[in-house]
């Protein structure tokens, strides 16, 4: 079945600074790979997603990069402010079975 | 309009005992899911349910959890016996529809804690 690791586990940058999380999956078939962003005591909500016939996709600050040749996508903030300290999930789906496969979560913390 | 919602909150439950958890979706969607967050975790696909078409238990990690969907609407999550590795957040989340590129919208979650 599909496998999504997700890298760093915690990640802390500077105000104003980039911030860039990645994700590899295993499963070659896999076309949509959505992000969430959980804030603290919070329920994740869809904050990007990208399908497989793009490599690329932006809204606002934030932007997410796929390369289905290498099964990594990452998700990109730029200009970070404080409301971007958060817990960032990527997905993908399972194949034929309707669900998505969580990654283990990346926890951002934005420095004043 | 309204979101999912989910109750109760929080439970605090003694070891051994039965709970069941609520799970009202967005009206008029087709998928429901169930995921459980241990602390500083990611989320654990749990369960799947799509229209009338049988349930994706896949997930469930023993026969002590199960769980219903009635009338195409509210769902409830039961967990017998319980054990106090079950102590997470239980989150619910449904789809407009049963495929996986479609967002899922969560609810607030409840937090079961075992004692």
């Known amino acids: 079945g599909e496998n999504v690791e997700q890298h760093p586990s915690t990640l802390s940058v500077q105000e104003g600074d980039s911030a860039v999380i990645k994700c590899t999956y295993s499963?070659?078939?896999?076309?949509?790979f959505p992000w969430y962003k959980q804030e603290l005591g919070k329920r994740p909500q869809l904050i990007i997603d990208?399908?497989?016939?793009?490599g690329e996709k932006k809204d606002q600050r934030i932007a997410v990069t796929l390369n289905k040749t290498a099964k990594h996508f990452s998700l990109h903030i730029t200009e970070t402010q404080p409301e971007d300290s958060a817990v960032y999930f990527c997905?993908?789906?399972?194949?034929?079975?309707?669900?998505?496969?969580f990654g283990q979560g990346t926890r951002l913390t934005i420095n004043p | 309009g309204a979101g999912v919602s989910q109750s109760p909150s929080n439970k605090v439950t003694e070891k051994g005992k039965d709970v069941e958890l609520r799970c009202d979706p967005i009206?008029?969607?087709?998928?429901l899911y169930w995921y459980r967050q241990s602390l500083g975790q990611g989320l654990e696909f749990l369960i799947y349910?799509?229209?009338?078409?049988?349930?994706?238990k896949s997930g469930l990690p023993s026969d002590r959890f199960s769980a219903e969907r009635t009338g195409g609407s509210v769902s409830t999550l039961t967990i017998q016996r319980t054990q106090q590795e079950d102590s997470a957040v239980y989150l619910c989340?449904?789809?407009?529809?049963?495929?996986?590129?479609?967002?899922?919208?969560f609810g607030p979650g409840t937090r079961l804690t075992v004692t």
């Open positions: 349910f799509q229209g009338n078409s049988a349930p994706d």
């Open positions: 997905a993908a789906p399972i194949q034929g079975a309707q669900k998505l496969v």
């Open positions: 989340a449904s789809s407009r529809l049963g495929t996986a590129e479609y967002e899922q919208y």
């Open positions: 009206s008029g969607h087709t998928a």
């Open positions: 499963d070659s078939a896999s076309n949509y």
């Open positions: 990208i399908r497989s016939n793009v």
